[in-house]
């Protein structure tokens, strides 16, 4: 089936807007990423999903950041009163397993704020 | 934490040579050892991965070496195409999360 998807592909919000960012992972996959890469750089984890448990959220930068899983598919990243060093690629990965296993990848939201 | 450095952070190299990117890892749990090939506008796609009960593996053009005592591993790319041209970043994990390093910027020159 299809791989990992992410919405928006772009989105760009100014300085002080709320903003969603949308994961729909590979069907069947148990666990669920969330990694956030700035230009030039590697991506950087934020939290983890088994199931609809949150079982990690030591990435998240603060608590302007919050992600959901409601019924174990599909997440939501969402992202309040958006800064301007909150601009970068989210990328959302699932994986079969429950950890160590191959991660695979969506293409990314490229969130600008201004 | 877990630190992984990654060298060079850009290489070119001719059609036909070998590329060899080189990470070290800091955290001795480590156990699992991805690497990905991202393409502008794309997101990172899984090329090969080794866990550390095994030294080295190999899939086609593409092998990846693991020395845990030294905690480092490679990624050989042999025969080189103008279509490996990306960036590359290894990973190391030994719980839930990707560390993952500061990537590689492969050019191959036809």
């Known amino acids: 089936g299809a791989g990992v998807s992410q919405s928006p592909r772009y989105k760009v919000a100014k300085r002080g807007q709320d903003v969603a960012l949308r994961c729909d992972p590979i069907?069947?996959?148990?666990?669920l990423f969330w990694y956030q890469q700035a230009l030039g750089q590697g991506p950087e984890f934020l939290t983890y999903?088994?199931?609809?448990?949150?079982?990690?959220k030591s990435g998240l930068p603060s608590d302007r950041f919050f992600a959901e899983r409601p019924e174990g598919s599909v997440s939501t990243l969402k992202i309040q009163r958006t800064q301007q060093e909150d601009s970068a690629v989210y990328l959302c990965?699932?994986?079969?397993?429950?950890?160590?296993?191959?991660?695979?990848f969506g293409q990314g939201t490229r969130l600008t704020v201004v | 934490g877990e630190n992984v450095e990654q060298h060079p952070s850009t290489l070119s190299v001719q059609e036909g040579d070998s590329a060899v990117i080189k990470c070290t890892y800091s955290?001795?749990?480590?156990?699992?050892f991805p690497w990905y090939k991202q393409e502008l506008g794309k997101g990172p796609q899984l090329i090969i991965d080794?866990?550390?009960?095994?030294g080295e593996k190999k899939d086609q053009r593409i092998a990846v070496t693991l020395n845990k005592t030294a905690k480092h591993f490679s990624l050989h790319i042999t025969e080189t195409q103008p279509e490996d041209s990306a960036v590359y970043f290894c990973?190391?994990?030994?719980?839930?999360?990707?560390?993952f390093g500061t990537g590689t910027r492969l050019q191959v020159f036809p």
């Open positions: 990965a699932s994986s079969p397993g429950n950890m160590n296993t191959e991660a695979f």
């Open positions: 069907s069947g996959h148990v666990s």
């Open positions: 999903f088994q199931n609809e448990a949150q079982l990690d």
């Open positions: 955290d001795s749990a480590s156990n699992y």
């Open positions: 080794i866990r550390s009960n095994v």
């Open positions: 990973a190391a994990s030994s719980t839930d999360k990707l560390i």
